[in-house]
Every structure is written in C-alpha cells, then in structure tokens.
C-alpha cells in the first residue's frame, strides 16, 4: 500500500471556491471541464486510500477474521 502524500489541492480550491460562493450568496459554482475531472481524479484517490487504510485497519484489529463493512456517505445535498 503506498503512503506517498495525495495532493488534495483540487479539494482545497473547489472547497475554496464554494466557500466564496455562500459568501457571495452565489446560487451557482460553475467548474470547467478540467477542473472537474481533476477534482473527481482526486477524490477517487482520496477514497481509494481511505478504503485501504479502513481494510488495513480491520484486518489488524480482528484477530484475523474481517467483516465486510458498509460505510454510507451523505447525500452531496446535506449541509456542512
């Protein structure tokens, strides 16, 4: 498993870019299309590793026997 640094300065510009919108009380945040695909890149990898690191993390923990697990992430329409 590797455990090099994920950039995640996708994330920080697109939270960045939402935070100023509320501010702004914008009704809308627009991304282009390469925006949006290094953002979604970027998650994919955040969520892959958090994945491996929760297996990882199980099987250490369970005295050899895993479980599967279910986690369930928000709807993307929830508040902060």
């Known amino acids: 498993m590797s455990t090099e640094p994920i950039n995640t300065?996708?994330?920080?510009?697109?939270?960045q870019?939402?935070?100023?919108?509320?501010s702004g009380?914008?009704?809308?945040?627009?991304?282009d299309i390469a925006t949006a695909k290094n953002l979604a890149f970027t998650l994919g990898i955040v969520m892959a590793r958090m994945n491996?690191?929760?297996?990882?993390?199980?099987?250490?923990?369970?005295?050899?026997?895993?479980?599967?697990?279910?986690?369930?992430?928000?709807?993307?329409n929830s508040d902060w």
């Open 25 to 31: 009380n914008a009704r809308e945040v627009k991304l």
């Open 52 to 76: 491996g690191d929760l297996e990882k993390f199980v099987k250490e923990n369970s005295g050899g026997s895993v479980e599967d697990i279910t986690i369930e992430l928000g709807s993307a």
């Open 9 to 15: 300065i996708p994330i920080q510009q697109f939270l």
């Open 17 to 22: 870019k939402v935070k100023s919108a509320d």
